[in-house]
């Protein structure tokens, strides 16, 4: 009995190992993107996707994004300051080449909801 537990954990543990090898493969295949829109993209759906839904184009705890006739400094600036109570500031979490990569996204974004 003890012999079959010592060999069950030890096939549990190789199973941890292999799909821990599996993802970081994966993750390092990732092409890095040059493309700003994409890029931007990338950052909005890890960061901002949790408020502003759809990737921006639909309305959720923040406003939607897309098609939005606001000027560019203005988005760079909420972004940068964000607003008290409502979103977080992120200034320091972001050169400003992603700030840009970000603004291009949003602008990207079709209106068609
Ligand atoms: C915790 C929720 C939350 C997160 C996370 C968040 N936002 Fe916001 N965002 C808001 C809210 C709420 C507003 C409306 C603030 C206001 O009244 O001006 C807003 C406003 C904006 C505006 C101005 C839109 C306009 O027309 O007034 C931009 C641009 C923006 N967010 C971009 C982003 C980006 C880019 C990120 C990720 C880096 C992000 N937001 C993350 C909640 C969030």
Known sequence: MRHILAVAVAVTLMATVVSAQERSRTQSAAVPSTDDALDGEKLFGTLCGFCHQGGGRVAGRGPK????????????????VGKEGAMPAYGRAFSETQLRALIAYIRSLKDDQ
């Open 65 to 80: 994004l897309a098609g939005t006739d606001r000027p560019d400094e203005y988005l760079l600036n909420r972004i940068r």
